[in-house]
């Protein structure tokens, strides 16, 4: 991880007791940037998160995967077992392969496009 920017910050949280707050911005092997803030107080556990920020055009793509995948039919409410059954009872021949296949399509290319975003554009 590269550090881009520090910031830290004592909040009252009540007489004699202090939160530290610190942030810091950076970006990670993959390109991405993170801010990672950590919480810390006397006698408690610290606390640290990291939020991933992406860029608009990143966001964008993950929204319209959500939807693609939303117009596949029941691809979210099959169990294994019963995405396995529809395949044994509806591909009987070329035709209706290419109808399965086709959707299958769909849901592999929304799945790339919300999980590997920013490898998708970088390829534009």
């Known amino acids: 991880m590269k550090p881009i920017k520090k910031e830290q910050e004592v909040e009252k949280i009540a007489d004699g007791i202090y939160k530290h707050i610190k942030r810091e911005w950076l970006w990670d ?7 990672r803030t950590t919480i810390t107080q006397k006698d408690k556990d610290t606390i640290v998160t990291d939020t991933y920020i992406k ?38 021949d070329l035709q209706s392969a290419k109808v399965v296949l086709k959707n299958m399509a769909k849901v592999i290319i929304a799945l790339r496009n919300r999980v590997f975003s920013k490898v998708v554009l970088e390829e534009e």
């Open 55 to 92: 860029v608009e055009n990143q966001l964008q793509l993950e929204r319209a995967s959500l939807d693609e995948l939303r117009n596949v039919p029941n691809w979210a409410k099959w169990s294994m077992a019963e995405t396995v059954s529809y395949i044994d009872e509806n591909v009987t």
């Open 29 to 35: 092997d993959d390109g991405y940037m993170i801010l």
